[in-house]
């Protein structure tokens, strides 16, 4: 473990606790256990990946967190008091963009701000303004959604996400539609942006390497019902390369224990 | 653009040219049809005098009227059905067999109950408003994707902000097109209603038509029918299209 882990871990409260979450669905077939028996705890400024097969639960627990959905069993304390449904300090990021048609980029950066208290009009657009800069969208500020890349609406839902200040972003596969070259490049804006603004991060994703080069720590999930089966911590200096040495090593040992986890599942 | 005005506009010149020179050389009886030449004669008469615009104004505060108590009840009772069953399960499925209904059919009851009065023409034009502009918000608000919703209770959105900074805005399109086709159906209904019942307070130009023919005055006929064509015209160019306009801009839509 390395200086800051341990640091991280003994000196901060942790900023997201999960005990005992589970979460069932009452489906057309039946009940579904999306999610059963998660014990999480993630320390304040850590960036967690959650890892796992489609349909294991990675959206359901995102949801949870975000207070957008209750848990079946279970509590889950954000900051130390329990979630009881959304709020400001924890904004996500969705599977898809889910921007607001009929606002212009600014419009939609502007509307968690909109919402807050005690913010004048002005500053509310000095601030979107800087986030849309964080992004490297300023030039887009008046362009209706309709009219960006799917890269650029990523990048909108990620300024929209960083404007109300949250200390906790949940992310649920947000670049999964994105080319190879377009995501390389906003996994380096995104590691810039953590570094800089110091946010708790769960992010959610399929792809192991892209787990490996943003997390502190990688999470694995198995389905059926949905449980977190392992725990891996990245200590390689920042910023990473996904095409480097390291992550390849990384990711093809994570592979290997999904793969293990995924037959004695499938043996069931 | 004016490309294409143009073209229309030369189509129409040519129209009307061989519609005179036919009447001229006698095709059939003036009285029946007269030339655009009489027609026009009568329409700058009657802008003259006044009658024409007396007209434009009953009918169009009228409509007026009659189409904003529409509006008024048809957009929070749409809401109303597109959030709740029950809603839909009652008022929604009356919107649903009244739209069916022309509302000039309504003419009848409106004047047993409000006599020949304003309220009479009112009633006939919400009546022809109010449920298309139920309906199509109903389902523009339910067709809105839940991730909407959802992303703006992560941001603080809440019951009433919703409604307004989410459902509202997002069901936009739908109710764009709701409140045409409501207008279509209030100014059709209008002008039947107005043909059929006399009313006291007021001569409207669907009167007018009516006069027209018990005074064999077939320029006055065909003046009018003109005026209402150009009202709808304009009403489109005035209400629709910005409207229209915007919401391709913006949403990107070919609508
Ligand atoms: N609203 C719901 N009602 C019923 N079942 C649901 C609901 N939401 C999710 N589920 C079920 O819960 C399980 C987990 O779904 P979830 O969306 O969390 O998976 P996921 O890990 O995010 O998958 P993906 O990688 O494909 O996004 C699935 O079996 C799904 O069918
Ligand atoms: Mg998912």
Redesign the interface.
Known sequence: MTNTAQLLDADLPAKLVLRGVGKTFRGNQGDVAAVEHVDLEVAEGEFVCLLGASGCGKSTLLALVAGLERPTSGEILAHGTPVVGPGRDRMVMFQEHALFPWRTVLGNVLFGLELKPGLPRRARTEVAMYYLELVGLTKFAHASIHELSGGMRQRVALARALAPNPQVLLMDEPFAALDAMTRERLYGDLQEICRKRRKTVLFVTHNVREACVLGDRVLLMTPHPGRICGDFRVELPRPRDINGVDIATLASRITTTLRAEETKDGGR | MTRRVLNFVAFLLLLLAAWELLVRAGAWNAVLLPAPSTVFVYLVGAARDGTLLEAALVTGRRLGVGYALGLVGGLPLGFLCARFQFARDTIGVLALGLQTLPSVCWAPLALLWFGQTEAAMTFVVVMGTTWSILLATADGVRAI?P??V????????RRL?TVF??LL??A?PAIVSGFKQGWAFAWRSLMAAEIFITILTGFGLGQMLHYGRELHAMDQVLGVMAVIVGIGLLAEQILFAPAERWLR????LSL
């Open positions: 994707p991730i909407w959802r992303a703006a209770r992560t941001m603080g959105s902000h900074n989410v805005p997002g936009l801009r913006r949403f990107g």
